[in-house]
């Protein structure tokens, strides 16, 4: 079949509850990006161009559905004062929380146009919109207010303080929201949907008893910004999200995308009210063999698409940096095969 | 009703990070009470211009905008029209695609309750706003010749379905109009469209002394029209083109009173880029007229207020031009007026729909009659007797005639225009394609209003 | 002035003559006429336009009126130009667009009524009848050649046709008209698209060195032939001019499709050459249906008739004819 619409179309119409002529296909493909384009790690995270240009070289070789500007979670948090390594062939590493240096009160809103790598975001975002932003979305990642929280503490710190110090942990995830916020504003103009991420409030790391107190108010913080522009919004958690499907329906997240969570379940619980992202196994994209990628993402699609207020075949969680090429080939292309609405 | 940064703030021509700037000072209540089909669920639409920039709108990073509620309001829901007409049809709304007449038909259309006419022509800004040449490029792909004019876009978007949703019925209007556009109804024919193509005469003599014939003619098409509505919706009830016309007449008489405002006031109190995109709502109001007719309402005011309080958004020494024939990029009107320009006529080729309707003759009659003051069904005498008037009275300094390339009917005019208007400048320039608008044609553009001043 | 210019195959030739001037029907394509033209028009316009226009500008002295119709855009809207530039009486009409006859009779009624008053003189049935008979005659003779060149083999050849036929476009129906046979084995094409100009005879020359021209659908060519006035009356004009093969621009223009298709079938033709002048929206436009709906090989040929590339499409319809052969 001829694709008829481009990606900046399909996607439209997705948001709008219509069928595209097929599935939108969003893999995470974020620092998997740089492997693409043949750069070191380093440089795809702290230039912005060279990131843009990954991104862009990414989606030519693979000719998926949008542009995912990203790299790691700690950026808010680096930005409010955490300290990170910068290997040259791996993502940055927290190596000094903000909060261990210095007391909460102590923690700024950062100004996204000049601290940190927060520009290097920008400068991304704004390079991929002015290169293609007609024809492809460009999705910018922000990390959720309880991930930041968790990036500008000790993590392990920060997980007890939900029980024993809950009044701080609040406290942190507050200024974390007004952080996220002053970031998504600037993505915002410089073209960028804010997509938000969370991989930290997963239910492989916190309780739904937690995660209700503690990541769904940031969660729904930042919706609520995003939805005063009626943007349509993108919520993802990593790891298994089974113990919080219903939770995730009082986010206001328009789209979920999802992890370790069985599909159908995912669709019947939650399909009726958003629109569902995801979730194939990325060690199976990394490990797998193409023959068994494709016929296990032709499944997904097949099931996904059935999802009443729209689907988007992706990848449960980002796509492993050195992932073969031609098994992310095989996913797309075995997603574009079964994900047609049109005759 | 109004946030404090509103009312204090000075009107001005703001840009999009200004604009997501006073976006977080208006108050969630005031969002949530503007929305279209009475739909509060998914019918809000105050967004600030970044919103659209963020779904592909690329040049809005680089247009002005006036800075008033009101506009910001206008522009969110004029932005939002793709959106508004797939949610009409989820809502089991009509959708009725009037091509080619330019504000006729659509008067009759929504003297049915449930349908919404639209002009899928009105996606020739698109390409300008996304500074693509997605649009422009398929309608080549699918035959049409590179040198024709931007309304191409439109068959691309019939072809790709994404735009605007399938409509339940098309009525194309052919004959007197533009030849590139009655080829572009053919080709969206032959995509499978099912279309009842509407006979309109060229006016041969001037608006005022035209054969009575042909207000007949006019009127059998109106009846073919009825006849294929009433058949589509089971109703039949022509009572209701009395308050359909009403519902225009008031949109026309607000839309005229705006620009005569903003004509006459001695300092410009909106700009030429809003003005235009009212004049444009005429037609069919977005496909929402109640919202429409709300909005220019509030437009209205906002106008008459500053005009009160001798203030505006240009300088005051701006010198005033006529500008003919609508441009397809929305940056040229920002531009003209950076150089020091203001606008104070125009020349769209939508006559038909600014005029008044007659409100006491048979409603199809007083349509036909309407129609006949179209411009572009006429000469090129006619069309520019007003401007013609205004250069006559001092009222235009100067006048401003945009082309497209490939479009018939600038290729046959805008010479004589050029020569009808020999008393004062006139600069004659070319709409580039999308982005492409160069430091070359900015140039002529300030050397332009260097020799009015 | 003794003629009177008319731009379309909707006007009746008839009730131009009935007036006592004679109709001129203008189809100048040359590069000085253009020229003239260009001083009036922009540049992007239709080169057979620009080409009328120069042509009236340079002659206005010979022209009693130039009637024209709503065809299409830009030669309609040369009436303007006209009108602000010269003191030539112009009359534009309304042709059929749609499949309402009512506006057309009602505007060729309006027509006589104006040639009328321009030649001061009644046009009656007597008169519209002698007229009748005369075009009609003339109609017939090339009628019997248009046969000859639509034989398999074809005899005669659309260049020389063409150069027989600008008698009629010009109004000169009285003389005998003489083409010499000359065989064809060459493949069969049909021709369609923009108006082929007086000047433009050797785009058909260079065309037959390789391939036999046996058909048109051209308004510069044979088009006319379509007209069969059967009651010698307004009225039986009328009917037959506004029942001849509709033109291109008609909507929806399936009927036109329709026509070429049984004239290409009856030919039996293996090829389809589509001519368009730039600018010429209503056959630029259809190019690609052209091609899909006939489902023969089409061969392009796109001009500003400034003829400036004779020798790069001698080389293209060398290769077409190949392919044919």
């Known amino acids: 079949m001829t694709e008829i619409l481009n990606p900046r179309e399909r996607f439209g119409l997705l948001v709008i509850d219509e069928k595209p002529d097929r599935c939108n296909i969003i893999p995470l493909i974020t620092s998997h990006a740089a492997t693409v384009a043949g750069i070191k790690l380093k440089e795809y995270y702290t230039d912005g161009e060279a990131m843009a240009k990954a991104q862009i070289t990414a989606i030519e070789e693979y000719e998926h559905d949008a542009i995912s500007i990203f790299s790691e979670v700690g950026i808010i948090a680096e930005a409010m004062g955490s300290e990170f390594n910068y290997p040259d062939d791996d993502l940055p590493v927290l190596r000094i929380p903000a909060l261990t240096k210095f007391d909460i009160d102590k923690l700024k809103i950062p100004d996204p146009n000049k601290d940190s790598r927060l520009p290097v975001y920008l400068e991304a975002i704004e390079y991929a919109y002015s290169a293609v932003g007609d024809k492809i979305p460009i999705l910018a990642y922000v990390p959720a207010p309880f991930t930041t929280g968790m990036m500008l503490s000790d993590p392990n710190q920060f997980l007890l303080d939900t029980i024993r110090n809950p009044e701080q942990i609040k406290k942190i995830i507050e200024i974390s929201l007004e952080a996220a916020i002053e970031f998504s504003y600037e993505i915002i103009n410089a073209g960028g949907l804010p997509i938000l991420v969370d991989p930290l409030a997963s239910g492989s790391v916190i309780s739904p008893k937690a995660y209700q107190e503690f990541a769904l108010p940031g969660e729904q913080g930042l919706i609520k910004f995003l939805h005063r522009y009626d943007f349509d919004v993108i919520l993802h958690i990593c790891g298994d999200t089974t113990p919080i499907l219903d939770l995730l329906l009082l986010t206001g997240a328009d789209l979920i995308s999802l992890d370790k969570v069985e599909l159908n379940l995912a669709i019947e619980r939650l399909a009726p009210k958003m629109r569902i992202i995801g979730n194939f196994n990325t060690t199976k994209l990394g490990f797998g063999s193409p023959d068994g990628i494709a016929s296990q993402v032709r499944e997904m699609v097949k099931h996904g698409i059935k999802a009443e207020k729209g689907y988007i075949a992706s990848t449960g969680c980002e796509v492993p940096i050195r992932a073969p090429t031609g098994n992310v080939k095989v996913f797309i292309s075995a997603a574009k095969e079964a994900g047609w609405f049109l005759d | ?453 | 002035m003794e003629l009177i210019g008319y731009t379309c195959s909707y006007t009746p030739v008839e009730l131009l003559a009935a007036t006592g001037f004679k109709p001129y029907r203008l189809l100048h394509g040359n590069v000085g006429f253009i020229t003239l033209g260009e001083k009036s028009v922009r540049v992007d316009a239709c080169p057979l336009v620009k080409s009328n226009l120069g042509y009236i500008m340079a002659n206005q002295k010979k022209f009693a009126a130039v009637v024209g119709s709503t065809g299409c855009d830009m030669a309609r809207r040369m009436f303007d130009v006209l009108k602000e530039l010269t003191n030539i009486p112009v009359y534009l009409f309304n042709n059929p667009r749609t499949d309402k006859p009512t506006i057309f009779y009602d505007e060729i009624d309006w027509l006589a009524g104006e040639l009328e008053c321009l030649s001061n003189k009644k046009i009656n049935s007597e008169i519209l009848g002698t007229e009748i008979d005369r075009w009609e005659n003339a109609r017939n003779r090339y009628r019997r050649l248009d046969q000859k060149r639509a034989s398999n083999p074809s005899l005669i050849s659309t260049a020389d046709f063409h150069r027989a036929v600008m008698n009629y476009h010009k109004g000169e129906i009285g003389s005998a008209i003489n083409i010499n046979e000359n065989q064809s084995d060459k493949p069969r094409i049909y021709l369609l698209g923009s108006s082929i100009p007086y000047e433009a005879n050797q785009i058909l020359e260079l065309l037959e060195l390789d391939l036999a021209i046996v058909g048109d659908f051209n308004c510069g060519i044979s088009r006319f032939l379509n007209i069969n006035i059967k009651e010698k009356s307004l009225n039986g004009i009328k009917v037959a001019y506004y029942n001849q093969p509709p033109c291109i621009f008609k909507r929806p223009n399936q009927p036109f499709y329709e026509f070429i298709g049984t004239q290409i079938k009856e030919l039996e033709c293996k090829g389809i050459i589509a001519w368009t002048l730039d600018y010429c929206d209503s056959y630029e436009f259809e190019l690609k249906r052209i091609g899909r709906i006939f489902e023969l090989p089409v061969l392009r040929i796109r001009s500003d008739l400034s003829f400036q590339n004779l020798s790069q499409l001698k080389t293209r319809i060398g290769a077409f004819a190949e392919m044919l052969a």
């Open chain 2, 1 to 453: 009703m109004k946030s404090t940064w509103f009312e204090v703030a000075r009107p001005q021509k703001i840009d999009l990070n200004d604009w997501s700037q006073h976006f977080r000072l208006v108050r969630d209540e005031q969002i949530k009470e503007f929305n279209y089909y009475h739909n509060p669920e998914w019918g809000i639409y105050l967004s600030p211009p970044a919103t659209f920039m963020v779904y592909g709108a690329r040049e809005l990073k680089r247009l002005k905008f006036d800075n008033s509620l009101a506009s910001l309001r206008m522009w969110g829901f004029v932005f939002n029209e793709s959106e508004r007409l797939f949610r009409a049809k989820q809502m089991g709304k009509r959708v009725i695609a009037t091509m080619g007449d330019l504000g006729t038909v659509p008067v009759i259309i929504m003297a049915f309750p449930n349908c919404i006419p639209f002009y899928p022509e009105c996606i020739w800004w698109t390409p300008f706003f996304k500074e693509s040449t997605v649009l422009l490029d398929t309608a080549t792909e699918l035959g049409i010749p590179e040198a024709a004019c931007f309304s191409k876009a439109t068959l691309a978007a019939f072809h790709k379905k994404a735009y605007f949703p399938k409509p339940d019925l098309i009525f194309a209007s052919t004959g007197a109009s533009c030849d590139d556009y009655s080829c572009i109804m053919q080709l969206v024919n032959d995509l499978g469209y099912e279309m009842l193509w509407l006979e309109i005469p060229f006016r041969r003599h001037n608006d005022e002394q035209y054969p009575d014939r042909f207000e007949e003619y006019l009127i059998s098409e109106y009846e073919r029209v009825w006849n294929k509505m009433v058949e589509l919706t089971v109703i039949n009830d022509k009572t209701g083109l009395i308050p359909s016309i009403k519902k225009a007449n008031r949109l026309r008489s607000l839309a005229e009173r705006i620009k005569q405002l903003t004509y006459e006031a001695p300092i410009t109190p909106l700009p030429a880029l809003e003005l235009m995109t009212i004049e444009f709502g005429n037609l069919y109001g977005y496909a929402d007229l109640d919202e429409w007719l709300d909005i220019v309402e509030m437009i209205n005011e906002t106008v008459a207020k500053r005009v009160e309080k001798g203030i505006g958004v240009l300088k005051q020494n701006a010198i005033p031009i006529a500008w003919i024939t609508p441009s397809a990029d929305p940056l040229l009107l920002n531009l003209v007026e950076d150089c020091g320009l203001r606008i104070v006529g125009t020349e769209y080729v939508i006559n038909q729909a600014l005029v008044p309707i007659e409100e006491n003759v048979e409603p199809f009659r007083a349509l036909a009659r309407s129609f006949m003051k179209a411009s572009l069904i006429g000469s090129t005498q006619e069309r520019i007797k007003r401007i013609i008037e205004g250069v006559k009275n001092e009222r235009i300094k100067g006048v401003l005639v945009t082309n497209m390339l490939g479009c018939s009917h600038c290729a046959m005019e805008t010479r004589l225009i050029e020569k009808m208007l020999s008393k004062v400048p006139v600069l004659s320039i070319d709409v580039p394609v999308p982005f492409g608008i160069t430091e070359q044609l900015r140039t002529r553009i300030a050397a332009f209003a260097e020799t009015l001043r």
